[in-house]
């Protein structure tokens, strides 16, 4: 299915004070809305995806899976920022008829949400029977849940936080210094960076993934090796693959996006803000996940009122929320079935 686009052609305020004179966003929608427009599905897209879900979270969405298109309206639209066509640092400011590159404005997670409220109401949505979304994408589906409240009837939020961690800040500093390491970042043209976006996607791939994940999947069964280790290949491999796909300026402005994610912000506290929701709330971690520990979302599940948690175990990491499509299903019809308040520790097999 192709992508839309939603045009907004009035100055778009950012939080920060600056504007973009009008925005894009590029959206995917799957089924039909019902009747009476209540089986909506809003999903919020992770940090480098699109909005095709069904390209990149098949098993809980497409044919015969859980959210499919027979029964739900299903939306994902493209964030801000994004390389995937919503506006973005290549795309063209108007006011010189060249690429932004370094002189887009930064976008905060509640600009990106903002763009998508505007679209919901162009698309005629007036509730939202579920909003979904991990990492990045559960910070956006929290922030619409706390700043449109009446709005979203059920938000699942997996491995993510209330506010951005020290930790996660860093991880993101770490990646962006490996652009600015690439002169080329600086000369202004769409391939800028490149070997620099290389290096900050290995990074970014160790925080995903973790000690366990490569002892399963990049061990050498060769014990004379002494160079050419499947672990190395495997980063550079990964490191293209972003490359071929995305551009370091994009990626620069979305971890600036992502470090911003502090719902207590302008508001009375982190917590009063989470006392805001008023979602059935499902939170997920993962046991193994270093980017964003179980404690966060132990936090998130403790400060949501009535918020169930789930918790999982899976060799993967933090990526564990787009590969065990199986005990997500499991967990989130459950949920949706009416099972709540309870903490719960899965295992997969």
Request: aromatic letters at 12%; one cysteine or more.
């Amino acid at each position: 299915m192709s992508v839309n686009k939603f045009k907004y052609k009035k100055d778009f305020q950012l939080e920060s004070g600056k504007h973009l004179p009008g925005i894009e966003v590029a959206y995917h929608t799957f089924g039909k809305l019902n009747a009476h427009k209540n089986n909506v599905i809003w999903v919020c897209h992770a940090l480098t995806a699109n909005s095709d879900v069904l390209d990149w979270w098949s098993g809980l969405f497409g044919e015969e899976c859980y959210f499919n298109e027979e029964e739900h309206f299903i939306v994902c639209a493209n964030v801000l920022t994004s390389a995937y066509g919503s506006t973005h640092p290549l795309s063209t400011n108007p006011a010189i008829g060249e690429p932004y590159y370094l002189d887009f404005p930064q976008c905060s997670i509640r600009d990106i949400v903002k763009a998508h409220q505007l679209l919901a109401d162009h698309l005629g949505i007036e509730q939202i029977k579920v909003i979904i979304g991990g990492s990045l994408g559960g910070q956006q589906a929290l922030e619409w849940s706390i700043s449109q409240p009446e709005r979203i009837n059920h938000a699942i939020l997996i491995a993510t936080n209330a506010k951005s961690s020290p930790w996660l800040i860093a991880f993101n500093e770490s990646q962006r210094l490996s652009i600015a390491a690439d002169p080329t970042f600086y000369n202004n043209t769409p391939n800028g960076g490149a070997n620099g976006l290389k290096a900050a996607r290995s990074i970014a791939l160790l925080s995903y993934r973790g000690y366990q994940t490569y002892n399963v999947t990049q061990q050498d069964n060769n014990d004379d090796l002494l160079d050419e280790y499947k672990a190395s290949s495997y980063q550079s491999y990964q490191g293209d693959k972003l490359v071929k796909r995305f551009n370091a300026y994009s990626y620069w402005y979305l971890s600036k996006a992502m470090d911003s994610h502090n719902v207590g912000r302008g508001r009375e506290s982190v917590e009063a803000a989470l006392a805001l929701v008023k979602a059935k709330t499902l939170v997920i971690g993962i046991s193994s996940d270093i980017l964003y520990p179980v404690v966060e979302q132990h936090y998130l599940a403790k400060h949501i009122e009535g918020a169930t948690y789930v918790e999982f175990d899976s060799i993967y990491g933090h990526d564990s929320f787009l590969i065990e499509t199986e005990i997500l299903t499991k967990t989130v019809a459950a949920f949706l079935s009416g099972a709540n308040g309870k903490i719960v520790k899965l295992h997969t097999a």
